[in-house]
C-alpha cells in the first residue's frame, strides 16, 4: 500500500483510506513542494543559457586577445610570396642541374668504356706489327 506522510497529523497516512478530498489536497500539496516539468524545463534552459553566455563572454575575450596581436602586412606577406617563388625557382635549378650532371655523368662512363674497349682492340690490331724505329715513326704518323 502506497503511504502519504500527512504534516498536520504528523504520521504516515495508507492512501486507500483518505477521502478523494484529502487525496486531492495531498496531491495539490505534493505539486507545491516539487516542480512541475516545465519549471524544472524552464529552470535546466536558464542553465544552459547561463553557460552559453559564459562561453560568449569566453570567446568574445579570445577574440579581442587575437585583435590584439600584431598582424603581417601585406607588404611582408609579399616578400614571403616572391623570396618563396625564388627558393622554388632555385631548387628546380638545381635540381635540373644535378639531373644534368648524373646525365653527363652517365654518358661519360659510357664515352670512358667505349674508348677502353677501342684501346684494347687497338691494342691487339698494332701487336702483330713490329717494334722498330720505322713502325713507331708510322704509327705515329
Avoid: G
Avoid at 579570445?62 to 596581436?69: C, F, H, S, Y
Avoid at 717494334?131 to 704509327?139: D, S
Amino acid at each position: 500500500m502506497a503511504k502519504y506522510y500527512s504534516r498536520s497529523k504528523q504520521k504516515f497516512i495508507d492512501i486507500a483510506t483518505m477521502t478523494d478530498q484529502h487525496v486531492r489536497n495531498a496531491f495539490i500539496e505534493k505539486c507545491k513542494h516539487e516542480p512541475a516539468e516545465d519549471a524544472i524545463y524552464a529552470q535546466q534552459q536558464e542553465e544552459r543559457a547561463s553557460r552559453l553566455q559564459d562561453k560568449v563572454i569566453e570567446l568574445e575575450k579570445t577574440i579581442r586577445k587575437l585583435n590584439n596581436q600584431p598582424t603581417v602586412t601585406a607588404e611582408a606577406y609579399d616578400v614571403a610570396w616572391k623570396k618563396i617563388e625564388t627558393l622554388e625557382r632555385h631548387k628546380k635549378d638545381l635540381r635540373q642541374s644535378l639531373d644534368d650532371v648524373l646525365i653527363d655523368s652517365n654518358a661519360k662512363d659510357k664515352r670512358i668504356a667505349y674508348l677502353e674497349k677501342l684501346l684494347q682492340a687497338k691494342n691487339f690490331v698494332f701487336s702483330e706489327i713490329p717494334n722498330t724505329p720505322e713502325n713507331l715513326e708510322m704509327l705515329k704518323l
